[in-house]
């Protein structure tokens, strides 16, 4: 910055004891005029010489302490983009380090180029300039950016070169600054004095000070001003980083919730993931899960969290205002007064219910209440979460639930609810290939409802059907767990017994002959007459060693009991003599 010249001169009025008339005091006005005019402008052209002077090499030492400034920023993105890539592993950030480390690199030609003047300034460039290249060459490590390489303060490398070049940075910015306060110093003495030999040049070295003091507090004033925007922009930046970690945490759980859905095999499970789920989209919740039941007249509840103690199990549909309503329903007050009816005593101040549908049925809804004030703004602010994971949910339980209808009725008997004869020869098969590793027996066995026909003519077809119904549910009371009952066809039954010896499997024959003759059926409150079942037995691998064989046999001595009587237990390896061990007739 360059001043202004100064144009005008004073005009400084003589007193009136020298306002003589005479030549003589004319000339030596004049004389002293001109002296002091001479002397005047000497002085201030001298100071203004000595001031230019050392104006340059305070404006020389601010270049330097500008520069210096900029490489301590440069340095400082160096730093920050191997913290970066050190978090990340971004590939990006170390580029980012190494372009700055290079722009700092070339730099220091122009720095040793400013402080050639001044030997302590030139070593310490030199020092800097040698730790920037021990810098350069660790970051051109392959493993820079671990903490496998240390100091022995136990640094990374690149963390203490970065040190070790602030230091330096440090020392050059200290020296040239107390260098620029001794310029500055040796520049106000300059000014002072030429105050002192011209006062007539007050007003333009006022001017000057009063300009340079503007400039000051202008850059001051807009130096606040940048701070206070960055620092408005640096806040905005953090809400702004911390919503979009909130949604990525958010697509998270959502994510996860999907997935584990997906997992599901059972409506059970289902129910669990969607209450798992939802306890971590809501912390600090209670809730459940309440399902219609299949009457359509009840909702009970089939999963929970937390502990919500005021709810009450097997409520009517329209107990839950939610459910009514057909869509996400607050009870607050000021908001919503209406409670709903499911609870037990009173009811909390805060709830929220999401009823869950799925292809146009409802399926039932979920309840969430809370545990502190504090979990009711984020449940708000996540109500659209909560309905897309209720949405997630409704549509995997709805999906499953369709699954376990149709693998029902692909597998079971429509009339008895039995496995159907399709499932019988998959699960024998099954069974076969697995006592045939194991080397252990297997028992099949061949059932018929003793004169089922005749039965049919005189009481109908819909009492058949109630016998059936009754003997298979005889079967499933006589049996194991894991023994398969089948409805084979008509009213025969085949029943698969794996483990058991040819002995076992005639007692729990015979156990089932008597259980179902001892039932009394009744049709329409009227008392049917006793029935009676007829069994075969073929045992594995002694009738046989493929499924087809073992019912062939089983169904041969079927026939056998049958021929003998009926009521009976035949075994394939029986030859045709009448049976020893038969079970009380009916009267």
Known sequence: MTDSPISDNPIFPLPRWLKLGSISSLLFSAVLAAAFIIAGGFTVYSNMRNTEEVRAWVSHSQGIVTNLQVQEQRLDRVDYGLQLYSLTGVRAHLKMASSNLSTLSISLVQLRDQMKDNDSQERH??????????????????????????????????????????????????????????????????????????????????????????????????????????FAANNELEATVLKLTERVHESALLTSARDELQLCTSAQQAYDCAAHHMQRLLPDTNGAILMISNSRRMVEIVSEWGHPTALLDGVDLNACCGLRAGKLRWRKPGLSELDCAHFLGAPPDTYLCVPLAAYGETMGFAFISFE????????????????????????????????????????????????????????????????????????????????????????????????????????????????????????????????????????????????????????????????????????????????????????????????????????????????????????
């Open 125 to 230: 460039v030199q020092e800097l300039d040698r730790a920037v290249a021990d810098l350069v060459n660790a970051l051109n490590q392959p493993d820079v950016g671990s903490d496998s390489r240390t100091d022995p303060q136990n640094r990374p490398v690149p963390e203490r070169q970065i040190s070790v070049c602030r230091d330096k940075l440090s020392i050059l910015l200290q020296e040239e600054r107390a260098l620029l306060r001794q310029r500055s110093d040796g520049s106000r003495n300059s000014f002072y004095r030429s105050f002192l030999l011209t006062i007539g040049y007050l007003g333009v070295s006022t001017v000057i000070v009063a300009l340079l003091f503007g400039f000051l507090f202008r850059d001051s004033w807009r130096r606040r001003h940048d701070e206070r925007r960055l």
């Open 372 to 587: 502190k004030p504090e979990a009711v703004p984020l449940a708000e602010a996540r109500s659209p979460l909560v309905m897309e994971l209720a949405e997630l949910g409704s549509l995997s339980i709805a999906g499953l639930n369709l699954r376990a209808r149709l693998e029902r009725q692909s597998i079971r008997d429509g009339l008895t609810g039995l496995f159907n004869r399709h499932f019988m020869e998959i699960a024998l098969e099954r069974e076969i290939r697995r006592v045939k590793r194991q080397k252990t027996t297997l028992a099949v066995l061949m059932l018929d409802v003793d004169h089922y026909k005749q039965f049919n003519d005189t009481f109908g077809h819909e009492a058949g059907d109630i016998v059936l119904r009754q003997v298979a549910e005889c079967f499933r009371r006589a049996v194991r767990e894991e023994d398969v009952i089948c409805r084979y066809g008509g009213e025969e039954f085949i029943i698969i017994m794996p483990d058991v010896t040819e002995q076992i499997a005639r007692l729990r024959a015979e156990s089932i002959l008597t259980s179902v003759a001892e039932t009394q059926m009744q049709f329409r409150g009227e008392v049917l007459r006793s029935v009676t079942v007829s069994a075969g037995i073929a045992m594995y691998p002694v009738a046989g060693k493929r499924g087809e064989e073992l019912i062939r046999m089983a169904d041969a001595a079927l026939y056998r009991a049958k021929h003998n009587g009926r009521n009976q237990v035949q075994s394939a390896s029986t030859k045709l003599e009448p049976e020893t061990a038969t079970t009380p007739q009916p009267a």
